[in-house]
């Protein structure tokens, strides 16, 4: 069953602590998206990483961290840097290049994270 | 990148047809228009994608005019689960970090 999987759905931290979320996608995408909603709002991005071993800052990457060393995965660490880190995470992963522009961007289920 | 601007909301019934206008005036030659739905807390699902004239699929239809400034997304005899927000994205798959920007999207409200 293909798609992209996103734990924990619903993720609580203290203030100050390091949080990690996962995202896995076994679609055999190049590209993976981290992108932070707050409530009402759109989507913004934070990160996103096109090849393993390499990521670019998004809009909004400050107090944010991540690592890509295989394809299938793009862990987001939230640190204790990131000032209103309460929000909802979504990740998302898609093709890259050919001739034809098909970037469909598949969307994980979303981890909230509320910081107490 | 191409900045959209769309309605912050819309409100329709059971049964109509609802069109959603989304304007990209700095669309690229190179980009393509997508349309996202969202249900509250889950990701945003593709729905339907152009790149001139009219694309049509099994839930929705794309008319784009010939300068391309401006497109509409039709949803046809929409129901209850059609409620949701629709966000309009113009981009370029080749272009080097392929950012997408979503902005705040058109929450639909399907009335019965």
């Known amino acids: 069953d293909g798609g992209i999987t996103q734990s924990p759905k619903y993720l609580f931290r203290k203030e100050g602590q390091n949080v990690t979320l996962s995202c896995e996608q076994n679609?055999?995408?190049?590209?993976m998206y981290w992108y932070r909603q707050d409530p009402g709002q759109g989507l913004r991005l934070i990160y996103y990483s096109q090849i393993v071993n390499d990521f670019q800052k998004g809009d909004i990457a400050e107090g944010y961290s991540v690592s890509r060393e295989k394809k299938e995965s793009f862990p987001l660490t939230v640190t204790s840097a990131q000032k209103n880190p309460t929000a909802f995470y979504l990740c998302?992963?898609?093709?890259?290049?050919?001739?034809?522009?098909?970037?469909?961007?598949?969307f994980g289920p979303g981890t909230r994270l509320t910081v107490l | 990148l191409a900045k959209t601007t769309q309605p912050i909301s819309m409100d329709s019934y059971e049964g109509q047809e609802v069109n959603i206008t989304c304007s990209h005036n700095n669309i690229a030659t190179n980009d393509y228009i997508t349309w996202y739905q969202q249900f509250p807390s889950q990701g945003p699902r593709f729905i339907i994608q152009?790149?001139?004239t009219k694309v049509t699929n099994e839930v929705a239809s794309l008319f784009i005019p010939a300068d391309r400034k401006s497109s509409t997304l039709s949803l046809p005899r929409v129901s209850l689960s059609d409620t949701a927000v629709y966000y309009c994205l113009v981009g370029d798959n080749n272009n080097a970090g392929n950012m997408l920007t979503f902005g705040g999207g058109t929450r639909l409200m399907v009335k019965p």
């Open positions: 679609l055999n995408h190049d590209a």
């Open positions: 998302a992963s898609s093709h890259i290049g050919g001739p034809v522009f098909t970037d469909t961007q598949y």
């Open positions: 152009g790149y001139k």
